[in-house]
């Protein structure tokens, strides 16, 4: 079978890095030692740390950063914006000047379930758990586990 990556030019990978196949990455950073699984998406301007784990089928948007030793569980989504359209006000396409990204942060050894989505502005705490189904609309502190939509503290650790 071949392989189908799509890899832009304009990536940055680090030394080590596993990449598997059907993935799409382009303008973005990734650590050394990181391992991509399967069917991922990671857009321009996003950061992915060292010795990370991002299993298949998870999407990385445009303005997150992703620290060193974090776990991205399957089928992850993040997003960018708060209040998409696909239209401008006089019924154009939008394009990058009709909005504005905002960034999201998943700091050192945090993990993340299973089909979470991750609202953008947010902040999950270094070594923190996200519970595999859970929708983030808010920052999540360092060293508990969250769960549920949407996701509240449910264990410290």
Known sequence: MTEMKKIARNVVLGKDVVLNDFINLYGCKIGDGTKIGPFVE???????????????HSFICEGVVIEDEVFIGHGVMFINDKFPRATTESGELQSEKDW???????????????????????????NAIVGAGSVVLSDVADDVIVAGNPAKVIKRL
């Open 42 to 56: 990671i857009q321009k301007n996003a950061t992915i740390g060292k010795n990370c784990k991002i299993s298949s």
């Open 100 to 126: 504005r990204v905002i960034p999201t942060t998943v700091k050192k050894r945090a993990s993340i379930g299973t089909n979470a989505t991750i609202m953008c502005g947010v902040s999950i705490g270094a």
